[in-house]
């Protein structure tokens, strides 16, 4: 083995011992996605017939198109399960590999542990390769767990092999991109949200593609991977793309890392003010300052996201066509369908806003873990008053988010359309959608209260809601099951009128929720 | 609403710091044993024992961010968990592994976490800051152990307080940066200040502390000052004899005998020494090297041996 690669073999069975859940998990988890949709469709259609008749209808809806990617072979079994899991899949495939690139590179050097390994016998590549490898066998499990689970259901070989290859494949090109975004700044938090904005990117790229600028999904790997059309002509050279990428965002990543410092950023670290400024006076200054490029990049990406979905503008109209399946489906039965439309794309973004509020809301256990909380509470600042700052930035960063989320729906849809007038008409209606991420965050509060151990936990209700989302028509989940999501409760704002009684019933319980998490805090131990 | 029972004020005692019989447990570990520690008025208390003893959970419990199982405890005459934020007015914390914000500059952490305590003084805080040698401009990710922990220490010896619990709080600074926070507690002390060091530089401890309490095991197993402790240990003494001594090997107290010939050599208790000596003078002395305990004694038999060796 080359000398800048000594100790790879080692590195790389701890890493593997330290990942080992969460691959297991992941697999299952995307493995589940694909294959749920296959009996989801078969639950759902009785006959080929009905099929039919719904394909035909969701082949021509932008808003489908937009969130899911071209429709092609939307009449087969295996055409909708391509369709309906690939982008997300490959969007949890780059999240898995984010997170397994992230947290054996740069999260390793700042926390100093790397340097520990770099002592001892082992070679400068040696680190990033065991990364690699490891996020490799992740991928691997996950495609192959996807193919696998298809091949059995079961669908034709071939083709299920494909959709499995191409999620290997993608995951391993957003492993590549993190790997990069990992070489760019010291700060592991910054290289996180470097690494999310490639996968988020990468997903608006082929939304807006497919819609109206094919260009545009030929710049994104989820394009590529949904360029390989599983289950409507498999072909195999939009594999060799992301292959291809793989390749040039690994060179890339092994260049920077070549000529940087470890521990370092690409660039030196300017000294900071020595003196603090007016707003680190108090915890919730504090907290803001800590918070701010977080909530401030997650406002640019909903942003951004809104803009993308504005831009459909009142192409939905004319494309949903006189089917009623069609209608139903897409505008949530729903008489005029662009508020329909615009209904699902803001509860997309309240989804995705959700995504903030957990995270947000479990930035105090992570203050706690790394000492920070025990600095400031030996000061007369109180547990409560510590935690309410972390409960003001929340709350205040999700209006935030959702209120640049409608901003950017309608600075797209007026740019589309050309009616100035809808620039701000859906920061309202986005900001409608705020209660039942409160919820979410609130109960991500109460594990941070409870369990603070089991952070990850919090995560779940999310998941339940986004499934609850997707999958709950589809297969037609009781309503009781559907009304776990908080967002099941809400009315399909702006095509409906807001319900001040669900507002406030929701606001309630978060509050509620948020408080008994508060109150556990303040009486448990800290760290 | 508290049930759990936790420290209630110990009645008739004005000490900063009393604990009774503190227990405190993490699942089905005793971190805290029954310990009992006071700190009076206007010393500095040092604060011994092996690393996982228990010395950072008590001072923990003592900031309120634990709360006790069973035991009293009273800080500055209040209930630490209960009366956390306002007790912490009158004090000041360095912990042993300080971890700052890796983005804010060492300044703003100095700056946030004095306005935090209420306030600080800004011509004590730039002579401090001048007195260690301290880049406040750096960011937090860049800055050695030693130096987070001086702006730790600035921060809070900057602070107007009458406490400070200091958790192994010069572990990482070179000596030139020891003498001046020495010099720094002494000061402390003489304007009245009281001090809880826990340390395991047994210079710093021997030059600062008045009094001494060690803990094992989650328990105090010696406390007093340094003479009384060093009363309990044993001198190591070499002579060489006029005779033989045979009455030595039964005196009581007298340990590790090796006698070749007239030469002996042996350690006793020290309340043993003068009768070990009278034996010594009886045989006839010609040359004799008698060595006071070392604190490093001290602490060997009590961090190594069984607490009741």
Known sequence: ?527 | MRTAPTGASVPGVDAPIVIQGLVKTFGSTRALDGLDLEVRAGEVHGFLGPNGAGKSTAIRVLLGLLRSDAGAVSLLGGDPWRDAAALHRRLAYVPGDVSLWPNLSGGECLDLLGRLRGGLDPVRRDALVERFGLDPTKRGRSYSKGNRQKVALVAALAADVELLLLDEPTSGLDPLMEAEFQACVREFRDAGGTVLLSSHILAEVESLCERVSIIRDGRVVEAGTLAELRHLTRTSVTAELERPAPDLAGLPGVHDLVAEGERVQFEVDTAQTGAALGVLVQAGVRTLTAQPPTLEDLFLRHYGDAPDA
């Open chain 1, 1 to 527: 083995m080359p000398e800048v690669a000594a100790g790879t073999g080692t590195l790389l069975r701890a890493a593997l011992r330290r990942d080992r859940w969460l691959i297991l998990w992941w697999s299952l988890g995307i493995s589940a996605l694909y294959w749920s949709q296959a009996v989801g469709i078969d639950g759902l259609y009785a006959s080929q017939a009905e099929l039919d008749v719904a394909a035909a209808s969701m082949g021509e809806n932008t808003a489908m198109i937009a969130m899911a990617g071209p429709a092609r072979a939307l009449d087969t079994v295996g055409g909708q399960v391509a369709w309906q899991s690939s982008a997300f899949g490959a969007i949890a495939a780059g999240l898995m590999s984010m997170s397994i690139v992230m947290r054996h590179t740069r999260t390793e050097e700042e926390t100093g542990r790397d340097e520990l390994v770099r002592a001892s016998a082992v070679g400068r590549l040696a680190p990033v390769l065991a990364t690699l490898l490891a996020a490799l066998v992740a991928n691997v499990a996950v495609g192959t767990a996807t193919a696998a689970s298809l091949v059995v259901y079961p669908l034709a070989a071939a083709d299920s092999i494909a959709l499995g290859l191409g999620l290997t494949l993608v995951g391993l090109c957003f492993t590549g991109t993190a790997l990069v975004a990992a070489q760019i700044s010291a700060s592991a938090r910054t290289c996180y949200g470097l690494a999310g904005l490639v996968i988020g990117a990468s997903y608006a790229l082929r939304a807006v593609g497919d819609v109206s600028a094919p260009a545009l999904t030929w710049a994104s790997p989820i394009g590529w991977y949904q360029g390989m059309h599983a289950f409507s002509g498999v072909r195999w050279w939009p594999a060799l793309l992301l292959v291809g990428a793989t390749a040039l965002t690994l060179a890339l990543a092994s260049a920077l890392l070549q000529r940087r410092d470890i521990g370092a950023g690409l660039r030196a670290a300017r000294p900071g003010p020595a003196r603090a400024g007016q707003l680190l006076s108090s915890p919730l200054g504090l907290v803001w300052r800590l918070q701010r490029p977080t909530v401030l990049g997650w406002t640019a990406g909903l942003w951004l996201t809104g803009l993308a979905y504005g831009t459909i503008g009142d192409d939905v109209e004319s494309l949903l066509g006189d089917n009623e399946t069609t209608v139903e489906l897409m505008t949530q039965g729903l008489a005029d369908p662009v508020a329909g439309f615009y209904a699902t794309a803001l509860l997309m973004l309240a989804l995705i806003t959700s995504g903030f509020a957990i995270s947000s809301a479990l930035r105090p256990r992570a203050e706690e873990e790394a000492g920070h909380a025990e600095l400031l509470l030996a000061t007369i600042v109180s547990r409560r008053r510590w935690l309410a700052s972390y409960v003001v930035v929340t709350v205040g960063g999700v209006l935030l988010v959702l209120a640049a989320g409608g901003l950017g729906t309608g600075i797209g849809y007026a740019l589309v359309t050309g009616d100035g007038g809808a620039v701000l008409e859906y920061v309202g209606p986005a900001l409608a959608y705020a209660p039942p991420v409160l919820v979410l965050s609130a109960l991500a509060r109460l594990v941070h209260g409870v369990l603070p151990r089991l952070g990850v936990l919090a995560w779940l209700p999310l998941i339940g809601a986004v499934v609850v989302m997707l999958l709950g028509p589809v297969l037609r989940m009781p309503g009781w099951v559907q009304g776990f999501s908080p967002f099941h409760h809400l009315p399909a704002i702006p095509a409906e009128d807001v319900s001040v009684g669900v507002t406030l019933a929701l606001l309630a319980v978060a509050t509620l929720v948020s408080f008994v998490g508060q109150f556990a805090f303040w009486r448990r131990d800290i760290g």
